[in-house]
């Protein structure tokens, strides 16, 4: 047994599996950089066998990543396995995730096996990838409501065919912290062979239980837990890595064992993967959300200033809120730019710091001060920008309080492949008339579900973050743009859920064209 608890995020796996999560193989790739900033253990980057993307994203991660494991998933059947073992081909340290459903329902009306094949395909599918890695992880796919004998006998098989790790995930979210913890405890101490595996957990959200469940599997004897950052994944969501992570090092009193994730990057990461899937993290969600180590109300700010400690179980730069008081202008350079981006969990290569220093001065030059939450979207923007293919040249909007003027908006958009194409709208509203002519130019018709407009940063000139939710024919995208200027964050907002509806027909253009 480790004497720490291993963090296997699966962000980009099961969190990229829920709807309206999605992401480029770009953005995989920065995600998967800066979970191995963080230091998780391992990092599940897809299913190689789902599509070609996946396949060529797992394999680039497997690429670049050099510390973190990089693992792929693959059902209890030879292509999924061999998929799987070519794309972690490049990696370090490479693992082959491979599953088979064993509780009775799924057992008889998805898999229609019953239990002796569900046994045999795991053998033989463990056997295949251990051709590939001895680092090879089973699970049990519904483990939670299958009977605990048969359980006991599918892990005892697959530790006898070489899995070193066994997972046992809650893939409904429908245990109880009590429950899972005697499971863990049953298993680690009455399954032959439990001291030569890790067992791990993967617990869902369905009930709100997700992190409950994944500490008191710890409790239990888990010394893996599987969670995607921000809580995302299935449904309602995997575990939060950022809420299992700091519950274990702030409450290690308690639990008596630690992970090893560099926690000061957590707040960067979170909000990196809010900006590249366009889904912003409530502002009540626990260590990452806006309102976590704020205080408003006079009581609780009377106690803070007399000592932070009344009210905070944590300090906000663990988790990499800031908390420095140097101040950017425009005299500053980009040392200091990139100290503060680093001091926000963010590590910008030199083409990104230079990038961002364009628009960082141009910003300075607007603004008296340039605050954490502007460099914020500097960089998220960035990340969410350089992905296109569309991007604004220029925007014009007039209106006023003439009723017998319509609003006017001319946009001018550039694509990558070198177009540039202007479009006039005139329309009720002047938000309105800039989706018209973005719609029109990229011939994306949509149909607008929500749009909204908040500040994220202070002072007069302060940077305005717009989001906006819409539905195409057949799904629903978010998409997210910052500027100081609201109308050219709302335009570019649309802008982005263009691009990533174009991206999308792309990625599926070339699957189609594969097969
Ligand atoms: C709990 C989880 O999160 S599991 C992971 C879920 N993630 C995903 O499904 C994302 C990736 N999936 C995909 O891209 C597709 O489902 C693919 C490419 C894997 C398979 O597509 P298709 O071949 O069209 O099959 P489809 O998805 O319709 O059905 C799944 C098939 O796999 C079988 N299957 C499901 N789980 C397993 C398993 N663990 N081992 C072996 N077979 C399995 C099902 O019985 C079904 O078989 P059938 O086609 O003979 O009826
Ligand atoms: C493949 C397994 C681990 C899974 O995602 C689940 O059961 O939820």
Redesign the pocket.
């Known amino acids: 047994m480790t004497d720490r608890v291993k963090i296997f995020d699966t962000t980009l796996r ?1 969190g990229e ?1 829920a709807p309206g999560f999605s992401m480029s193989a770009g953005q995989k790739l920065a995600m998967a950089e800066a979970l191995e900033g963080l230091r998780v253990d391992v990092i599940e980057a897809g ?1 190689a ?3 070609p993307g996946d396949f060529e994203g797992i394999k680039a991660i497997a690429e670049m990543v050099t510390e973190a494991t990089v693992c792929s ?1 693959a ?3 030879e292509g ?1 396995i061999r998929a799987s073992g070519e794309a972690i081909k490049p990696a370090r340290s490479g693992r082959i995730h491979t ?3 064993t509780s009775p329902l799924h057992r008889e009306f ?3 096996m019953d239990k002796d094949e569900i046994v045999r ?1 795991a053998i033989a599918a463990i056997e295949l990838a251990r051709q590939y890695t001895d680092d090879v992880e089973f699970s049990c ?1 519904d483990a939670i409501r299958t009977e605990r004998d048969y359980l006991k006998r599918v892990v005892e098989a697959a530790i006898q065919a070489g899995a070193s790790t066994i997972n046992i ?1 809650d ?1 409904v979210g429908y245990t109880t912290p009590e429950e899972i913890t005697d499971l863990f405890q049953f298993l680690t101490t009455e399954v032959e062979g439990a001291d030569d595996v890790i067992f791990s957990a993967h617990c869902h959200d369905d009930l709100g239980l997700a992190v409950a469940n994944s500490l008191a599997a710890v409790r239990g004897g888990a010394r893996q837990v599987e969670c995607a950052l921000n809580g995302i994944g ?1 449904r309602a969501g995997n575990c939060a890595m950022e809420e299992v992570v700091m519950a274990l090092r702030t409450r290690r009193d308690f639990f008596g064992i630690d992970t090893r994730v560099r926690t000061e990057g957590i707040y960067g990461a979170s909000k990196l993967l809010a900006a590249i899937t366009g889904n912003a993290v409530p502002r009540n969600k626990a260590i990452v959300g806006k309102n976590a180590f704020a205080h408003e109300s006079g009581i609780h700010q009377h106690g803070v200033l007399a000592n932070r400690e009344t009210y905070e179980i944590m300090k906000p730069e663990h988790v990499g809120v800031s908390t420095d008081n140097l101040v950017l202008g425009k005299h500053s350079g980009r040392a200091a730019l990139k100290n503060r981006a680093e001091k926000l969990g963010f590590t910008l290569s030199d083409n990104q710091l230079q990038s961002i220093f364009v628009a960082f001065k141009e910003l300075a030059d607007a603004k008296k001060e340039v605050f954490d939450s502007d460099i914020e979207a500097l960089v998220l923007g960035e990340a969410v920008g350089s992905v296109g293919p569309w991007e604004i040249e220029s925007l014009y909007v007039s209106a006023g309080s003439d009723e017998h003027r319509m609003p006017k908006a001319t946009v001018a958009l550039k694509h990558k492949d070198g177009r540039t194409q202007t479009h006039v709208s005139e329309m009720a509203g002047p938000m309105n008339a800039v989706f018209d002519a973005i719609s029109r130019i990229t011939d994306t018709p949509m149909t607008l579900e929500h749009y909204a407009v908040t500040s994220v940063s202070g002072g007069e000139d302060a940077m305005a973050e717009a989001t906006v939710r819409v539905a195409t024919e057949f799904e629903t995208y978010q998409g997210r743009g910052a500027s100081t200027d609201t109308v050219l964050a709302s335009a570019r907002a649309y802008l982005d859920v263009i691009n990533r509806v174009e991206r999308r027909t792309v990625r599926q253009a070339s699957i189609a064209a594969q097969h």
């Open positions: 099961d599996q299913f066998a789902a599509s998933l059902r209890c059947n999924d599953f088979i459903a998805k898999l229609k395909r796919e995930p893939t299935e």
